[in-house]
């Protein structure tokens, strides 16, 4: 087991709001963890804080043994710690290739020398056929699926060894919800963690090895998909999801 993040004692505030408690997690090498809850849980602020997106926030985040929290977010992805936000952000003007341009960063190796996979814009087509076939489309012209697909290829064009996944399948159609889930088995066959915000039970349960549950900005369980799917008051209380009656 390797460790490429771990977050402790993580508060968080807006303005005086405080939204995270104390929050505490890990991601190893290879492995993809679900943060799970309700909207307005605290799944992207969680993600955000680690990021170095939020401005007031304490505790301790550790990414590859080295402490971040604190740092702004540009010297964070140059460490190789990837950030795909709800919102999409793409260069609307730039077409799909130039998109993927603005994200490249040089090769990284793992601690121990191995190096780590170094994405091309041909290496993502595999993954996003669609945008194989689109590369002069202005990112004005894609639809949300699309674009969601130029986000994820645009980080992955930073090499990370993490990546912050932020609702991926969101209003997404099924078919793009399904190369979606095959990049992130990719990434973790190529030892690439995933942090993974998602309120889909079903997508979770499919790519993650196992999830953590906020509610409140509080982790309320942390434990294997199966557990989560066998509780009726996690999946009712915390979820927000119909339990068999
Ligand atoms: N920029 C902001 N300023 C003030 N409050 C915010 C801000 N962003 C989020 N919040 C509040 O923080 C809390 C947590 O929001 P967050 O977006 O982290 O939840 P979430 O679990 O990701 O939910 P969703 O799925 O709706 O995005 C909510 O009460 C939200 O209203």
Redesign the pocket.
Known sequence: MSELLKVSHLNAW??Q?Q?LFDVGLQVNRGEVVALM??????????LKTIMGLVEHKQGDVVFMNKPILGLPAYKIARLGLGYVP?ERRIFADLDVQENLLTGKQSARVWEDGRPVVEWTPEKLFTLFPNLGRMLDRPGTKMSGGEQQMLSVARTLMGNPYLVLLD?PSEGVAPIIVDQLKNMVLTLKEQDIGILL?E?NLDFVRDVADRAYV?EK?EIKFSGSIEQIYADETIKAQYLGLETAS
């Open positions: 807006y303005g709001a939204i809850g309700r909207n307005g849980a605290g799944k992207s602020t969680t709800e609702e915000s309120q906020l900005g």
